[in-house]
């Protein structure tokens, strides 16, 4: 169903700093040169952003806005969207790009996880065809709230306390761009109110057999209506110091993996443990983190138990087996001398 256009007395300078808050979230140079997605699934957020981006498009590349939606078929009202967009879109004179994805878990995943590899699949893939370079998302604060949230339930470290980036890689050369986060979900409810443009609302957010919905209305709700009415942005600023923390723990690994490694022509790397003594444990942990991402190596089903033990291995723990193989067919040797021989491949 379509969200109500409510009328108020909001005055223009609440809609000015909605689309202030979105320009300056915006990469600061060369944003426009090439054609920027925008992911319009036809909600508030979503069609908020878009019209934040509208007023501040240059006008020689509004043909590089191009809006991008997604129609799953889980619910009967998902053509009722691709409509609306697509008429938004072309009351907005821009291209639009939709396609029908049916949604098929795969490999365990659950019907949101398979939902989500196929929208990104699908801004890829248009992103490729369209020479885009940037796909926008309007991911909002208390987007980012429920998925720290949601990943502190689930079991994460510190890197999953961070949440979402504010700007990923998504694909070589293509960039995912989250302007919103720091932007409350009714900052744009506001914005949409104070423009008098309607949105569709999606009645399965309100169904508590997603997790998400579960986190947003019964626990998020009832802390910010109890005894936390600053839950969400508790939530957000802990994000931030996490964030933070993360990044300088893999500043360090990476700077330590740089002085401590170096790689043959085979591909082997050999990690001198020498200079890692009396290091903390969990720090040389991450070293390897850096070591299979630097090289490239398969992390899907790397854990941190497989990174405890490389760590333990390079500390010369006696109850470490001296060789293993790490998933992905990476082979670990300690040698004579305690260095480590990493190898791909076997």
């Keep these: 169903m379509a969200g109500m256009a409510i009328t108020t007395d909001a005055e223009p300078t609440a809609a000015a700093a909605f689309v202030t808050a979105v320009r300056q979230a915006l990469p600061p140079a060369g944003f426009w040169t090439m054609p920027v997605l925008a992911a319009v699934s036809g909600g508030g957020d979503s069609v908020a ?3 934040a981006l509208c007023r501040l498009v240059p006008a020689d590349a509004v043909r590089r806005l191009i809006v991008v939606h997604a129609e799953h078929d889980l619910r009967t009202e998902a053509g009722d969207d691709r409509v609306f967009v697509e008429r938004l879109a072309a009351r907005f004179g821009l291209a639009f790009v939709s396609r029908r994805l049916p949604v098929r878990p795969a490999g365990g995943e659950g019907i949101e996880a398979a939902a989500r590899r196929l929208r990104y699949e699908f801004l890829i893939e248009t992103a490729s065809a369209t020479g885009g370079r940037h796909v926008v998302v309007a991911h909002t604060a ?62 399965t957010n309100a169904d ?35 964030a933070a923390v993360a990044g300088a723990i893999r500043s360090a690994a990476e700077r330590l993996l740089e002085l401590n490694s170096c790689r043959h022509a085979d591909g082997t790397v050999l990690v001198r443990t020498g200079g890692l003594t009396g290091l903390d444990r969990q720090l040389v942990a991450e070293i390897f983190v850096a070591l299979w991402r630097c090289e490239g190596w398969p992390r899907r089903d790397m854990t941190a138990a497989h990174y405890e033990a490389l760590a333990a291995l390079a ?26 021989s990493v190898s791909p491949g076997g």
């Excluded at 960039?175 to 949409?192: N, T, W």
């Excluded at 947003?216 to 802990?238: F, K, M, N, Q």
Aim: hydrophobic share 45%; aromatic share 4%; charged share 25%.
């Design 142 to 203: 208390d987007d980012q709230a429920e998925t720290i949230l949601h990943r502190l339930l689930r079991g994460t470290g510190v890197a999953g306390l961070a949440g979402m980036s504010p700007a990923r890689e998504l694909a070589p050369g293509v960039s995912l761009v989250r302007p919103l986060l720091g932007v409350r979900r009714a900052e744009a409810r506001g914005f949409l109110a104070a423009t008098g443009e309607p949105w569709r609302e999606d009645a």
């Design 49 to 51: 952003l878009l019209l």
């Design 208 to 242: 508590m057999r997603f997790a998400r919905n579960f986190v947003r209305h019964r626990i998020i709700a009832d802390c910010e209506a109890g005894p936390y009415p600053a839950a969400t942005s508790a939530l957000v600023r802990l994000g931030r110091q996490a």
């Design 315 to 340: 500390d010369g723990d006696p109850a470490v087996p001296d060789a293993f193989h790490a998933p992905g067919g990476i082979a670990v040797r300690r040698l004579h001398d305690g260095t480590l």
